[in-house]
């Protein structure tokens, strides 16, 4: 979003004024030189680039999210607005003056190509990235032009209102919102299945010059900042106008954005040096004084943490918990744009006048300790178990977990992340399955794959998103089964820390008869007691409340599913794994203890059984955190160091990766996926550091595609893989446990 016209309003009333802020508890990483006239700038969170519009050096600069290293690219004249697509990776750019009114950038290549659309003055551009469609709000020509992606041609020119000045997408309707500046009004641009066309209404918001707007994809509620000192609300179901929320006089509000995870939208009133905070339930309005001239500003979903750039050369950190001012840091003069990369917690900070970019690392997110119940159903789709029908093909939903489970036991409203088993149940080929926090933008990650359709399970521990609920998306149309063992909230008396063992072998009934050996397990019997503290080598203590386990089911015929509870309680009706082929298959899962520290298995089948564990959860005294992070992927072979058997070189240094993984990490909260050419036996992952243990994090002796949750120790920011057979590896990161 561009906030020129509060840099304008500035520079008219005070262009001699400095007011320097107090410290901060934000840090200066960097200040990165650019072109003339940086005024916007977008990220590529998956490949850690930043794009900076230089508008008088008609040019865009790269800035690299490790190393800072720039580069340069020519754009056409003018530059004023990026935007990026993070699924193909290309940028474009909107160019205000000449005639090649759009920039594509390649962001492998840095090669650029225009696309001329005939239309004058463009000032803003947005991408829906699910749909590969680029709107462009050219304000001369009171139009938008939509670009098809995917071969960078205009497929429509719409005529909108006056001096169309801001857009928003909703990925999820298909719905572009464009802000008209001189008629008071928001144009609202859909495409009609059954037209095949681009259609077009207007909502009048009685509003004086809307200069930026905003939505909560949740609520599918948009918001119109306007000058005038209001804000519109615009109902996105039957976009009409719900509301006009009145700001406190002189406010003049330039910038807006929405946390959808709290249901808060945040503006910048640069007039009376304030943020407004709405509460989107009530429209009821907060006033926190930031001073200076705040203008653009950008939510840390994740940290619950807002950030606002004075003008004055400032960024002020507000605390969303509270609505408070949690610190400010000095950066360059006149900054006008910010953007945040969710997975680094890296704010970028373009300022205008010193031709910089400030660098900024955000404040971390709060420490989350762990509450265990008794495993249990949460979800099930299947209409035959009372669900309401699979996730259609290239569609997410939104699913509620918080309130009274069918355990007995209450998820409370909302905890901050879950600790779930996710099995899918597809009606065919499921080429993957993401799960990430509600009303964030889609991860490029993936939580299991199922390509030849059978079912499959993997275990996540997933961030609390809007109102608690989790997103999944699926890339086939697919059942979908959760089921829960606890959950992650901050630290109270009923919490309990992680605490990090060797990966070490707890039992394997395909060794000697024995507590923790054979016979196997005979499919249907009463369950199994493990006496897990008996495994005197993994140096695990009587205090142990609950494990943090991998079991590997060996079975001897397909196996419909396996199920583990702790001893002395009900078999509940949940299931752990699911082996349907016969296969080898591995599954993570935190588990409490039972009765004597016991945890109970049942088979519906045959199977031998392995048990490896890697951690437990006890009383707090010395032990770890959970620290939630953006989904992300710290690991690709298939495009980095290629496929591997043996051990990996050189170890993944996870903390080295853009995914904001922090040094003081103890242990890696990964989701690992093997993609073999053919059967591999087991795949190992350690700490970088020590000797490779007799563990098994995975396997895929009929080659397929495998994944696995990996709760991974480490002693110094990385870890090493073993693989037995020739294998590409993929490793996603959701969080990490430390102090």
């Not at 918001?205 to 900042?225: M, S």
């Not at 086939?476 to 990090?500: K, R």
Request: proline share 8%; aromatic share 8%; net charge negative.
């Amino acid at each position: 979003m561009r906030a020129d016209r509060c840099l304008v309003l500035l520079l008219l009333v005070c262009r001699l004024l400095w007011a320097p802020e107090s410290g901060s508890a934000q840090t200066l990483i960097a200040t990165v030189p650019t072109g003339f006239s940086p005024v916007a700038v977008a990220i590529n969170s998956a490949t850690n680039k930043m794009f900076v519009a230089n508008q008088d050096s008609n040019s865009v600069t790269v800035i690299d999210g490790l190393s800072n290293a720039t580069a340069t690219v020519a754009v056409g004249s003018s530059p004023v607005a990026v935007a990026v697509n993070p699924v193909t990776n290309m940028i474009y750019v909107a160019n205000a003056g000449g005639n090649a009114a759009v920039t594509v950038i390649d962001g492998a290549t840095y090669s650029a190509m225009p696309i001329v659309t005939g239309q004058t003055s463009p000032v803003a551009i947005a991408v829906n990235s699910v749909t590969n469609r680029v709107y462009v709000a050219n304000q001369m020509s009171n139009t938008v032009s939509v670009i098809d992606g995917s071969t960078n041609s205009v497929l429509a020119t719409l005529a909108v209102g006056s001096h169309p000045h801001a857009l928003a997408i909703n990925v999820t309707t298909n719905k572009a919102y464009v802000a008209n500046m001189s008629d008071g009004s928001v144009t609202v641009i859909s495409w009609d299945p059954n037209k095949q066309a681009f259609v077009t209404s207007t909502v009048p918001t009685n509003g004086y010059g809307p200069e930026a707007v905003t939505l909560n994809p949740v609520t599918n509620r948009v918001y119109v900042a306007n000058l005038g000192d209001g804000v519109s609300v615009i109902d996105g179901n039957r976009d009409s106008l719900m509301a006009n929320i009145s700001l406190a006089s002189g406010a003049t509000p330039c910038a807006i954005a929405a946390n959808p995870a709290t249901n808060k939208i945040y503006v910048s009133d640069f007039g009376n040096g304030t943020v407004s905070v709405i509460d989107g339930s009530n429209n009821g309005v907060t006033q926190v004084a930031v001073g200076g001239a705040p203008g653009p500003l950008t939510v840390a979903a994740i940290t619950n943490k807002i950030f606002v750039a004075s003008f004055f050369g400032s960024v002020i950190m507000l605390d969303g918990n509270t609505d408070s001012v949690a610190g400010s840091l000095q950066v360059g003069y006149y900054p006008n744009a910010l953007a945040i990369n969710p997975f680094s917690n890296t704010i970028y900070v373009v300022n205008q006048e010193s031709y910089t970019v400030s660098v900024v690392a955000g404040a971390s997110a709060a420490p989350l300790q762990f509450v265990h119940i008794s495993p249990c159903r949460l979800l099930d789709t299947r209409p035959q178990f009372g669900g309401a029908g699979p996730i259609q093909a290239g569609t997410f939903q939104n699913f509620t977990l918080q309130g009274k489970d069918s355990c007995g036991d209450t998820v409370p409203g909302p905890p901050a992340a879950y600790s779930l088993n996710v099995t899918v149940v597809p009606g065919g080929p499921l080429g993957y399955l993401t799960v990430w926090p509600a009303g964030q933008d889609r991860p490029i990650v993936s939580t299991l794959n199922s390509f030849d359709g059978r079912v499959k399970a993997n275990a996540a521990i997933v961030p609390a998103g809007a109102g608690g609920a989790i997103s999944v998306y699926a890339t086939n149309t697919t059942d979908l089964v959760l089921d829960i063992d606890g959950y992650f909230a901050p630290a109270s008396g009923s919490t309990l820390e992680f605490y990090v063992l060797p990966p070490c072998r707890v039992a394997d009934t395909r060794n000697p008869p024995g507590d923790l050996g054979g016979p196997y397990l005979q499919g249907r019997a009463p369950g199994r007691p493990f006496p897990i503290l008996e495994a005197s080598a993994c140096n695990i203590p009587s205090a142990a409340q609950a494990y943090s386990l991998n079991f590997t089911a060996v079975p001897h015929e397909p196996l419909a599913y396996l199920t583990v509870w702790p001893t002395g309680q009900d078999r509940p009706l949940v299931s752990t794994l699911n082996a349907p082929t016969g296969t080898v298959t591995a599954n993570a899962a935190i588990v409490p203890a039972g009765t004597g520290g016991n945890i109970s298995v049942y088979a519906l089948d045959d199977t031998d059984l392995i048990i490896d564990i890697n951690g437990y959860f006890a009383a707090p005294g010395g032990g770890l955190a959970l620290y939630p992070v953006a989904p992300c992927r710290v690991l690709d072979t298939r495009f980095a160091n290629g496929q591997f058997s043996g051990q990996l070189y050189p170890p993944v240094n996870v903390v080295g990766t853009p995914c904001g993984v922090g040094s003081a990490a103890r242990a890696f909260v990964l989701n690992a996926t093997v993609v073999p050419p053919g059967p591999l036996a087991y795949l190992t992952l350690w700490p970088d550091g020590d000797s490779r243990p007799l563990v098994s994090t995975l396997n895929s002796f009929d080659g397929a595609v495998a994944s696995n949750m990996a709760i991974v120790p480490t002693h110094n920011g990385s870890i090493d893989a073993y693989a037995l057979n020739t294998t590409q590896l993929i490793l996603d990161s959701f969080s990490y446990f430390g102090p």
